[in-house]
């Protein structure tokens, strides 16, 4: 079974700073779909970043970037110019190919912006 | 892009009753939808994959006659949470996957605080 670690549960950046959030992932595959979901405090699930296993460059997205370590099997979350509207719970989270497969989260990690 | 849309977002019932929750894919057709419950500052724990036409699949824990899911179109599956009682009480999310092939993500509905009083 597949399984998402996210070590951290808190973290603390001040606003304009670049702050990295952990995860691992253990799998079998060798083909599959990473994804980092942002939930603010109305917990609405928003989708930040996605990254395809099969290829090597690192997803971007703006100020979010990612650090995908496939052999290490680590998949962590940048944030570049931290903003007040950053803060909020974030969720790692596994997917394997299949249109319905299902995600596996990690049990998440709050970051606060400190202004 | 895909919305999803959950009614209702917060609901307050007495225990022993049974309360709905829908989850409808608004500008697609998903024949898969999922359902999650969360506690406070918790992940979020797959309840059951709910499929168009067919009896969902419930994850190991959850009791099947406990949470009644129904997915009778491409756009609509149901969460009915049978005699409620004050342990039931958390957040509720569905989701369900963009058309487009396996490579789409899944898009969540806003969620349903439901509290058992």
């Known amino acids: 079974a597949q399984t998402v670690t996210q070590s951290q549960p808190e973290m603390s950046v001040q606003e304009a700073e670049t702050v990295t959030l952990s995860c691992t992932y253990d799998?079998?595959?060798?083909?599959?779909?990473l994804f980092w979901y942002k939930q603010p405090p109305s917990r609405q699930m928003i989708l930040v970043i996605r990254?395809?296993?099969?290829?090597?460059q690192n997803a971007t997205e703006n100020r979010f970037s990612v650090n995908f370590q496939k052999a290490a099997k680590s998949f962590s979350l940048k944030i570049s110019d931290s903003q007040l509207g950053d803060a909020a719970m974030y969720f790692c989270?596994?997917?394997?190919?299949?249109?319905?497969?299902?995600?596996?989260f990690g049990k998440g990690i709050t970051l606060s912006v400190r202004p | 892009g895909a919305v999803v849309s959950q009614h209702p977002s917060w609901v307050i019932c007495k225990s022993g009753t049974s309360v709905k929750i829908e989850c409808r894919s608004l500008?697609?057709?998903?024949?898969?939808m999922f359902w999650y419950r969360q506690f406070p500052k918790q992940s979020l724990m797959l309840m059951a994959t709910?499929?168009?036409?067919?009896?969902?699949?419930?994850e190991q824990g959850v009791e099947k006659d406990k949470f009644l899911i129904n997915h009778a179109s491409l756009t609509l599956s149901t969460l009915t949470v049978t005699s409620a009682h004050p342990e039931d009480s958390s957040f509720y999310i569905c989701?369900?996957?963009?058309?487009?092939?396996?490579?789409?993500?899944?898009?969540f509905g806003d969620g349903t605080r439901l509290s058992i009083l």
């Open positions: 989701s369900a996957s963009a058309p487009g092939g396996f490579n789409q993500p899944q898009h």
């Open positions: 799998t079998s595959e060798s083909d599959y779909y």
């Open positions: 990254q395809e296993a099969y290829k090597q």
């Open positions: 989270a596994y997917r394997t190919t299949g249109a319905n497969s299902k995600l596996t």
């Open positions: 500008d697609f057709q998903a024949t898969t």
């Open positions: 709910s499929n168009e036409g067919s009896k969902a699949t419930y």
